[in-house]
């Protein structure tokens, strides 16, 4: 068995990193995409990880294959596109530390995942699959990843959700609205924002949001809140739980880092055993992803940035 097989989108942050003398500004080559990063995350902290998704054959491609294996994330399922090169996104940076994108992607490589570059063994031995919904963004990765997620239930795995939101990769809100919802009724695990509660659901309130997200049938629903931490529903049970004061790098990767920390919490456990954790376990769990994702945030980029156990351990 494996703990953990992510699906979707690998691709290239272009990270601002400072000016030059004449004010133009600066930009690091960062490895990135949401599923990707939460494969790295769990690694990091322990968990047996597998990458399912579409590079181009080109300098980028071969630099994010390198940056996995070299995070111990297996690679066998990771397809390489001939003719389309490798998805890139620009990201722009607030004071504040908050993150806007821009994306070369019309097409992009990881868009390009057909259900003939997926070791199928994968989808059958994964303990957790986790996908997001940016690979729902274009075909042929839309048919996919749900096609995948669908496969690897009917194998028994514990099903996660990222509903990421990304305006530029949709030609509206609605067919994103449409997708992401697709993706909500596969799922057993959702970890969503609170921004994108709101898109999903219409509520602004954390326990109003949580209860419309359930309806599809998760069982554990995890939104974050920035430095505010994180807020949970686990059937009737729902609640906060406070993050961890740092000063912000940059929040890249923040959330696939806590995902990551919460599935680490959760290995090894079936999702019977994760409906029946009692509120106090389930937050002690919360708090460390919290820690985690705070140490991510402290540091510039996504996967450079995330944290070894011994790291979350010792910011206790």
């Not at 930009?27 to 494969?39: D, E, F, L, T």
């Amino acid at each position: 068995m494996l703990d953990l097989v992510a699906i979707g989108e690998l691709l290239i942050d272009f990270t601002p990193c400072g000016v030059t003398a004449e004010g133009a500004q600066r930009y690091a080559q960062n490895p990135g995409g949401a599923p990707a990063n939460v494969a790295v995350a769990a690694a990091r902290l322990g968990l047996s990880a597998s990458f399912i998704g579409k590079v181009g054959r080109d300098n980028f491609g071969f630099f994010l294959r390198d940056t996995l294996i070299h995070n111990g994330v297996d690679v066998r399922s990771l397809a390489e596109d001939d003719t389309i090169p490798t998805t890139l996104a620009i990201v722009s940076v607030t004071p504040q530390g908050e993150r806007s994108f821009t994306f070369y992607r019309k097409p992009g490589a990881d868009i390009r995942l057909t259900w003939e570059d997926i070791d199928l063994s994968l989808l059958e031995k994964g303990h957790f699959m986790h996908f997001g919904s940016v690979a729902l963004a274009g075909e042929s990765s839309r048919t996919t990843v749900l096609r995948a997620a669908q496969y690897a239930r009917e194998h028994g795995a514990i099903i996660c959700y990222d509903p990421n939101y990304r305006p530029p990769l949709w030609d509206s809100e609605a067919e994103a609205l449409h997708y992401m919802t697709e993706g909500l009724k596969l799922a057993d695990i959702v970890k969503v924002s609170d921004e994108e509660m709101l898109l999903l659901t219409g509520e602004q309130d954390c326990e109003s949001g949580s209860r419309a997200l359930a309806q599809y049938g998760a069982g554990l629903i995890l939104v974050t809140l920035g430095e505010k931490g994180a807020f949970f529903r686990l059937g009737q049970y729902c609640g906060y739980v406070p993050g961890y004061k740092v000063t912000v790098a940059d929040t890249n990767g923040a959330g696939d880092t806590f995902l990551g920390a919460m599935l680490y919490q959760l290995r090894g456990m079936g999702m019977q055993e994760i409906r029946s954790l009692t509120p106090t376990k389930l937050e002690a769990f919360i708090a460390f992803a919290n820690r985690a994702a705070s140490l991510t945030t402290s540091r510039p980029g996504a996967i450079p940035a995330m944290p070894t156990l011994d790291e979350v351990l010792s910011a206790q």
